[in-house]
Nanobody, 116 residues
Framework: QVYVVESGGGTVQPGGSLRLSCAAN?????TSWFRQSQGSEREFVAS?????????YNDSVKGRFTASRDSAEQKTAYLQMDNLKPADTGLYYC???????????WGRGTPVLVSG
């Protein structure tokens, strides 16, 4: 059974950077990140396929966030978040699909707080 472990959240000032990691125990079709802030619904942030050939982003993070794969260990994906804004604050979830038609497997989330 697929599972994922997220890491890398934290507190940063506006304009700062964080890198989230998402490590799966198996190869998966893709890795996605979603976020949820207090009082809001969970929203899509970014995704990357296993081969890195397809990357998609929420319009609000384009040009600031970059999804990538570990070159040596492709079961791990990263979300580099630059020029962070207070609006980026939330609980960030990693989600994977074993195959393109599979249901998502979710991580427990890692908090990101942009404040200062």
């Amino acid at each position: 059974q697929v599972y994922v472990v997220e890491s890398g959240g934290g507190t940063v000032q506006p304009g700062g950077s964080l890198r989230l990691s998402c490590a799966a125990n198996e190869f998966t079709y893709d890795t996605s990140w979603f976020r949820q802030s207090q009082g809001s619904e969970r929203e899509f942030v970014a995704s990357i396929t296993l081969d890195g050939g397809l990357r998609e982003y929420n319009d609000s993070v384009k040009g600031r966030f970059t999804a990538s794969r570990d070159s040596a260990e492709q079961k791990t994906a990263y979300l580099q978040m630059d020029n962070l804004k207070p609006a980026d604050t939330g609980l960030y979830y990693c989600s994977v699909r074993h195959y393109s038609w599979s249901q998502r497997t979710w991580g427990r989330g890692t908090p990101v707080l942009v404040s200062g």
